[in-house]
């Protein structure tokens, strides 16, 4: 009989764990410094924009571990000596980049909020006159009409809300904290080909 493999075993066989934090390690292999760099951009090193790929990557590597388990990043400069201020300026650029992007999806989920919040007091808004509205004579055609269409109403912008609230609000909560864990991980140069 097969073992069945637990999700945690899986996540061991293909990451290594740091023996002292106990944070997963995703390793970086790269040639340079700059490597970590889109080479389109031409901003101060600071302010650049991480390597599509690299980004793409680290996002992979995220999706594969989860939440509640933080990561390290090693980047294996394989082709450089060891220089501590370049080191340091990947470390801030690496946080500056999570950073745009963790405070664009908090934005986001404030516009989500307010969306929410508009859906709601149109529903309300909407079943409030409608109940006020119980006491009209409904034999005209066109009030009838126009009372449905207000209770139909109501009713798309309630679930509307409660969609929004519920699905799409979960995943930019899932998407910012992924960003706020590349913000606050550790990061390590390591600089021997050898993993």
Not at 101 to 118: D, P, Q
């Amino acid at each position: 009989m097969d073992k069945i493999i637990v999700k945690g075993d899986y996540l061991q066989k293909i990451y290594e764990r740091n023996s002292q934090t106990g944070n997963y390690i995703i390793p970086v292999s790269l040639d340079k410094y700059t490597d970590i760099f889109n080479d389109w951009d031409n901003a101060p090193f600071r302010k650049r924009d991480m390597d599509p790929d690299l980004a793409h990557f680290l996002e992979d590597c995220s999706e594969d571990i989860p939440l509640r388990y933080k990561v390290d990043v090693v980047f294996y400069i394989l082709k450089q000596e060891r220089d501590e201020a370049r080191e340091k300026m990947v470390i801030s650029s690496f946080r500056t980049y999570y950073s745009f992007y963790h405070a664009s999806e908090e934005r986001v989920l404030n516009k989500t909020y307010k969306k929410v919040f508009r859906y709601m007091t149109v529903s309300f808004t909407f079943l409030s006159a409608l109940f006020f509205a119980r006491s009209i004579d409904r034999r005209s055609l066109f009030l009838n009409t126009f009372l449905q269409g207000m209770e139909i109403g109501a009713w798309v912008f309630l679930w509307e809300a409660i969609s929004i609230f519920f699905f799409q609000k979960g995943k930019i909560n899932d998407t910012i904290k992924k960003y706020k864990r590349f913000i606050d991980c550790n990061i390590y140069f390591k600089y021997d080909d050898k993993f």
